[in-house]
């Protein structure tokens, strides 16, 4: 951070990318193609969801002061897993629609910076080439359900296989949500055989098909289109991922205590509280205002991982003092990579961490473990 404020303006020497969230948006849109631009901005229906989920400012961060923050520790545990930092990255499929070096720059940043990285099923390049790029930084695969149950099971073998560490079932996105910014341009991002490069590597995928992706792309699309998502699934269901892997599970995408609660019967080991970025359900309850309901609900019994509107240091902070042990970030590391690729997703982790280290140390927290209830207020509450 001090390096950051001498270079800045000490020196009279500005960093060369961009620093506010406006401007790293501004800037992403100006490198990406129309297709990545519909793709990856705004959310579902009429962006209320979306628009809402970004604002944190119902709740305020009430800071302690003269507590000793000198040396201030990042570090937390989450499925029994030590984390260097409490923010990961949520998975994004697609990336070749944001830079063509797509997950392979997210994932080199990711490395060095040491932040905690969810691949998608929807990756385009193949779970293990990731995982390659990854090493040993913690690394979660998200499992999107295939209709074919031979795909579903060979991709949580792949993916424990590849040395991930943990399961991210999704499960609010069986069907894919009303964006208009797609249909208005009749533009399915997977018809150009982007997003379905871990499935045409995939020897159970390949088996149904009648040539090779390679040979008949088309009709490989086609196919991956049928067996794409399984919308009749049930609760009863998650007892398959149990059977087929020994790693840990989080159900992603959880607003109501409800679901939170039949996800602890069900055996899972966390719960990801995620409107998906708005990108589902238009007129839904955003994460931030679920959170604290849900971690009432579960919060002793599991761990619980957060997304879906956090855009600076402040976003993740409420979110851990309202329950959440893992926050994630999409669109700003999405917006990285678009406008700068590796440097990119670089330059925006850093850059949210430096803030983070300091909103902790400047509200009198020394480490993530002591940002609890008390760090916070709801507006209602203030006279
Ligand atoms: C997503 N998200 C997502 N989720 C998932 O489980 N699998 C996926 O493949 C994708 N793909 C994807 C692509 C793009 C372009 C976006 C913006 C989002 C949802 C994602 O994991 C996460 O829930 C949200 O992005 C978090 O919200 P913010 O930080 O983008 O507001």
Redesign the pocket.
């Known amino acids: 951070v001090n390096d950051l404020y001498r270079r800045g303006t000490l020196d009279g020497d500005p960093p060369d990318f961009p620093v506010s969230y406006d401007d790293l948006r501004t800037a992403a849109h100006e490198a990406m193609s129309w297709q990545g631009r519909a793709?990856?901005s705004g959310g579902a229906g009429s962006d209320e969801t979306?628009e809402r989920?970004?604002d944190f400012s119902a709740w305020r961060i009430v800071p302690r002061m003269l507590r000793d923050v000198e040396s201030r520790d990042l570090s937390t545990t989450v499925l029994g897993q030590d984390l260097p930092v409490p923010v990961a990255l949520?998975?994004?499929?697609?990336q070749s629609?944001?830079h063509e070096r797509a997950e392979y720059a997210t994932a080199e940043a990711a490395a060095d910076v040491g932040v905690p990285t969810?691949l998608?099923?929807?990756?385009s390049t193949p779970m293990e080439e990731v995982a390659d790029v990854l090493g040993s930084t913690p690394k979660w695969f998200?499992f999107?359900w295939s209709s074919d149950e031979h795909i579903a099971r060979s991709f949580l073998t792949r993916a424990e296989d590849a040395g991930y560490d943990a399961i991210?079932v999704?499960v609010?996105?069986p069907i894919l949500g009303w964006r208009e910014r797609l249909i208005e341009r009749g533009y399915y991002p997977f018809l150009e055989g982007d997003?379905v490069a871990n499935y045409f590597s995939d020897p159970a995928f390949r088996d149904r098909l009648d040539a090779p992706p390679e040979e008949d792309t088309e009709a490989a699309v086609e196919e991956f289109l049928d067996i794409f998502g399984d919308a009749s699934l049930t609760w009863d269901d998650l007892a398959f991922v149990r059977e087929q892997t020994d790693l840990p599970i989080v159900v992603?995408?959880i607003l109501d205590p409800r679901d939170a609660e039949l996800a602890v019967e069900h055996g899972v080991d966390a719960i990801g509280v995620?409107?998906?970025?708005?990108?589902q359900v238009d007129g839904s309850i955003t994460?931030i205002e679920a959170l604290p309901e849900i971690a009432d609900a579960v919060g002793d019994d599991v761990d619980i991982t957060f997304?879906?509107?956090?855009?600076r240091a402040a976003d993740a902070y409420k979110a851990i003092a309202l329950g959440a042990d893992l926050v994630?970030?999409?669109?700003?590391y999405?917006y990285g990579l678009a406008a700068g690729g590796a440097d990119g997703v670089r330059t925006v982790l850093r850059n949210l961490l430096a803030e983070f280290d300091l909103t902790m140390g400047l509200s009198g927290r020394e480490a993530v473990a002591d940002i609890g209830l008390d760090a916070v207020r709801h507006e209602s509450t203030l006279v």
Request: proline share 5%; hydrophobic share 35%; charged share 15%.
């Open positions: 793709y990856v979306f989920g970004q949520t998975p994004l499929g697609i629609l944001l969810v998608s099923s929807l990756s998200q999107y991210v999704t609010d996105a997003g992603k995408g995620s409107t998906h970025g708005g990108r994460a997304d879906s509107g956090v855009r994630m970030l999409g669109r700003p999405a």
